[in-house]
């Protein structure tokens, strides 16, 4: 079956620095989301990408699809405090048509220090 | 934006008894709901994709008889766990597909705790 893979696990950052997430498909995604869970938290949807090389920006966030619909990125500029969380990228598959659910990948788990 | 609400927000019960925990989409109908678990620092696995007035489906190795959905209306979906055993103990999120093209809109999940 479709698999996600998400890199990296853990990721400390002074605050201030930037914060870069990777994500990979084993199959074509007919597009990706990404989510942002807060501890104790649900999953927040903060975008999705559906056309090959997409890039989108949200303030500091920069978000990536790749030309193939196999891997993405979620890159975060001077990170702050309130960035803490888990950020999850999720995948719907070509052959779903839209109406699958997702496929998540592990996540990555930011964590700031002040 | 869409709204989905879970109910209860959390449960503690009883080794063997059954929980039911409902999902609604508030200001939107939803024909496609899903229901994620989730272990505690895991990710999300898809337990299964409910269609109104229809079977749900199931991801495999996710028991169907244990985890009864029935999504009776374009607004409510619900997941029974039934008989439920310490090891069912997790976190239970549904979502709601939107009207937005492949856009899901998440409950605030369940916390089951089973003793």
């Known amino acids: 079956g479709q698999q996600v893979m998400q890199i990296p696990q853990y990721q400390h950052v002074q605050e201030g620095e930037d914060f870069t997430t990777y994500c990979n498909s084993s199959t074509t995604l007919s597009n990706i989301q990404w989510y942002k869970q807060r501890p104790g938290g649900h999953p927040v949807f903060l975008i999705q990408l559906v056309k090959s090389g997409e890039v989108k920006k949200q303030k500091r966030l920069t978000f990536q699809f790749g030309e193939a619909k196999k891997n993405s990125s979620l890159h975060i500029t001077a990170t702050q405090t309130t960035d803490v969380g888990t950020y999850f990228c999720a995948g719907v598959s070509i052959s779903g048509g839209g109406a699958d659910g997702l496929t998540f990948g592990k996540g990555t788990h930011l964590i700031i220090q002040p | 934006g869409a709204v989905v609400s879970q109910h209860p927000s959390r449960v503690i019960c009883k080794s063997g008894t059954s929980v039911k925990i409902e999902c609604r989409s508030l200001?939107?109908?939803?024909?496609?709901m899903f229901w994620y678990r989730q272990f505690p620092k895991q990710s999300l696995m898809l337990m299964a994709t409910?269609?109104?007035?229809?079977?749900?489906?199931?991801e495999q190795g996710v028991e169907k008889d244990k985890f009864l959905i029935n999504h009776a209306s374009l607004t409510l979906s619900t997941l029974t766990v039934t008989s439920a055993h310490p090891e069912d103990s997790s976190f239970y999120i549904c979502s709601a597909l939107g009207a937005v093209p492949h856009t899901q809109y998440f409950g605030p999940g369940t916390r089951l705790t089973v003793l």
């Open positions: 200001d939107f109908q939803a024909t496609t």
């Open positions: 409910s269609n109104e007035g229809s079977k749900a489906t199931y």
